[in-house]
């Protein structure tokens, strides 16, 4: 998988939280394996999860939201030097937002903004989400945290709370046939039935 360590190394300078390297492989490979062409991801940051995934798939496009000015401005910077403008579209903006205004629909999502979140954006990407669509929920685990493996931080039990709720509805939900995965920080991975 070609990656760009420069960016990534620059996100680690900065603190500033990317992808791991194996949850994009498996991202990659997904949308290859089942052809998606419209991609949704949730959580910018500097760019490097759009980066990988355009420079790695024959998706068509990928639509990316961030909320912080900083890191956008940042992630244009990194989009334009790979010369990836009319691949990633940047937003932004809250998720939120987006999510109740857009009135396009995607084969596959990469959740990866707030993680407190989750639960909430779901009904919401549940409407955009095409039939036999993808998500790919990132942090399930977040360090150990949900499984109770290391204590919840000060200040992460909201958090916490809110992705084990995020768990326990895409495992039971109707509408989709889920599986969580032991890739990077633990993955949500579901298929819109
Ligand atoms: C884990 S990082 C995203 C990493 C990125 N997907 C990658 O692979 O490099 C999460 C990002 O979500 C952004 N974020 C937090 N709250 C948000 C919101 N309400 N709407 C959009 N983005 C938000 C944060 O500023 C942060 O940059």
Redesign the pocket.
């Known amino acids: 998988m070609k990656i760009d360590e420069t960016i990534k190394q620059s ?1 680690k300078e900065h603190g ?4 791991l390297d194996d ?2 492989s498996f991202i990659c490979k997904t949308i290859n394996e089942n052809n998606c062409k419209s991609v949704l ?10 980066i ?1 995934i355009a420079e790695n798939t024959t998706c068509e496009f990928i639509d ?5 000015k900083d ?1 956008y401005l940042q992630a244009q910077k990194n989009v334009e030097a790979h010369n990836l403008t009319d691949k990633i579209n940047l937003h932004l ?6 999510l109740k205004s857009t009135t396009k629909t995607y084969d596959f999502i ?1 959740l ?3 993680k407190g ?1 989750y639960i909430n954006y779901l009904p919401h990407i549940l409407k955009i989400l095409k039939k036999g669509g993808i998500l790919v929920a ?2 399930l685990n977040f360090h150990g945290m949900v499984t109770g493996a290391i204590p919840i931080s000060k200040g992460c039990r909201a958090m916490i709370k809110g992705l084990k709720k995020y768990i326990a509805t895409i495992t039971t939900h109707p509408a989709l046939i889920t599986q969580i995965l032991p890739i990077g920080d633990g993955l949500g991975y579901s298929i819109k039935k």
């Open positions: 996100g500033v939280p990317i992808s949850t994009l991801e949730i959580g910018t940051a500097i760019g490097f999860g759009s990988t990316t939201l961030e909320i912080d890191r903006i809250d998720a939120m937002d987006y990469y990866d903004g707030p979140q990132d942090n």
